[in-house]
């Protein structure tokens, strides 16, 4: 008697998106880290000069 045997094929659909859940998890775990940040030091995103410095002519 032979014995039954599994399809060696990979589904390639299931594949795509397993790559991309993983893709999506992995961004928002970044954007995750970053707001959190953010929350923890917000005056460390805001550079020291934000205004541009003027020649006065007088």
């Known amino acids: 008697m032979d014995r039954p045997t599994l399809p060696t094929y990979v589904d390639v659909d299931k594949g795509f998106a397993f790559a991309f859940l993983a893709l999506l998890c ?21 550079p020291t000069s934000t205004w541009q410095e003027e020649q006065i002519n007088s």
Not at 32 to 40: L, N, S
Request: hydrophobic share 60%.
């Open 26 to 46: 992995f961004f928002l775990l970044v954007m995750i880290v970053r707001c959190g940040k953010m929350v923890m030091d917000p005056y460390s995103a805001i």
